[in-house]
């Protein structure tokens, strides 16, 4: 059988003035497979499953696996369904559908010239870590300035705000100024942060503020492309943990000769860890794929927030206890696949009911649910 023969088949059904009457936007092939899925096999939708996510994978018990080639027939009817009505006037290839997924779902990896270009502004890093500064689609001034602020013992931490700053950048420059205010954009507040030398002199108001742009993005993400390192956008909660895992290497955790990376940014068998907590080796976050280096970050995020709750001494203490929130909010997204069907609902459910997409000052303080598996 032909690939994806089942386009032309749905395609034919299809009446030409829908697809001619469409506007002419790209939607999230994700949310519309999720939209797909339910209306032929109602709310289980099996396709956003962590088991399905694993069925991706060519070895599904490792965290260095490659992603399957693209299958000769669709998955389900629903993808073929999906990759037409996502782009209706030049539907997405199974190539691109593959790729968005396996994005969404944290399947794939941070691989210099592989999955990722480095960007110039990270030339002078190893180009492992530039390689994941770039994934996590971080400016280079923001990614200096953070971890200045709170150095490498509060990196994991560090990590939050960072890209909680980038994402306030990011929606200054592509909405325009004479909207800030009706959809409470506060460049100030970025302005503030970056002339900050310690985050101690964080207000409690600009460090909320940062954290819920943050928050806001992990539960409504929309896939694009950075403007300015030109990396595809990962989910927001991948992005944290890509640029903590950036500012872990950097702080040295590599020894030339054990290294858990190859120079490829492949896995070095016998020194690269497996992702377990028993596991005393360092996992080779290059290798790695974005789910196992979000489940790594959980873990030292978790490990940073103990040690200074444990070790307070100085007169600095106190200001990093206001900014211990980040673990409530990456938290609820530990489980992947359970979060991105919640967050997929709740945009679906909101386009329906003509509900704009949630502004920072209309956020959720906490999902006190999960959708069912």
């Known amino acids: 059988m032909k690939r994806w023969t089942r386009f032309t088949c749905v395609m034919a059904w299809m009446p ?10 790209e939607r999230d092939f994700v949310e519309v497979l999720m939209e797909e899925t339910s209306a032929l096999d109602g709310d289980d939708v099996i396709e956003l499953s962590d088991d399905y996510a694993a069925k991706l994978m060519l070895k599904t018990d490792s965290i260095y696996s490659d992603l399957r080639p693209v299958p000769n027939t669709p998955p389900s009817p629903a993808w ?15 190539e691109q559908g593959w790729a968005a997924f396996a994005l969404r779902m944290g399947l794939t990896r941070a691989r210099p010239l592989i999955e990722v270009r480095v960007d110039r502004g990270y030339s002078d890093l190893d180009r492992l870590i530039g390689a994941s500064a770039t994934k996590a689609a971080i400016d280079r001034d923001i990614f200096n300035t953070v971890l200045d602020m709170f150095d490498y013992s509060k990196a994991s931490i560090a990590a939050n705000y960072a890209v909680g700053a980038q994402l306030l950048r990011e929606m200054a420059a592509r909405v325009d100024p004479s909207e800030h205010a009706g959809q409470n954009i506060r460049p100030e507040v970025l302005q503030r942060f970056m002339k900050h030398a310690h985050y101690s002199q964080i207000s409690e108001e600009d460090g909320e503020y940062l954290l819920s742009v943050l928050d806001s993005e992990i539960r409504a993400f929309e896939p694009g492309v ?24 950097k702080s040295g955790y590599m020894t030339p000769r054990q290294s858990p990376c190859l120079p490829s940014g492949d896995e070095n068998p016998g020194h690269a860890g497996l992702g377990m907590d028993i596991d005393a080796k360092e996992i080779c976050f290059s290798a790695a794929t974005d789910r196992a280096t979000h489940a790594w970050f959980v873990r030292h995020l978790a490990d940073q927030e103990q040690g200074i709750k444990r070790y307070s001494t100085s007169d600095d203490d106190p200001a990093i206890f206001k900014l211990l929130r980040p673990a409530s909010i990456i938290v609820e997204a530990l489980d992947i696949a359970n979060f991105t069907r919640f967050a997929l609902s709740s945009r679906i459910f909101a386009k329906k009911t003509s509900w704009a997409r949630p502004g920072v000052n209309r956020l959720p303080t906490k999902i006190n649910r999960m959708c069912k598996k």
Do not use: D, E
């Open 80 to 94: 073929a369904t999906a990759l037409i009505k996502a782009r209706p006037w030049n539907p997405l290839s199974p």
């Open 226 to 249: 950075s403007p300015s390192t030109q990396q595809p956008y990962i989910p927001a909660h991948f992005r944290v943990a890509r640029l903590a895992a950036a500012y872990y290497m």
């Open 16 to 25: 030409i003035s829908a697809i001619a009457q469409t506007p002419l936007v």
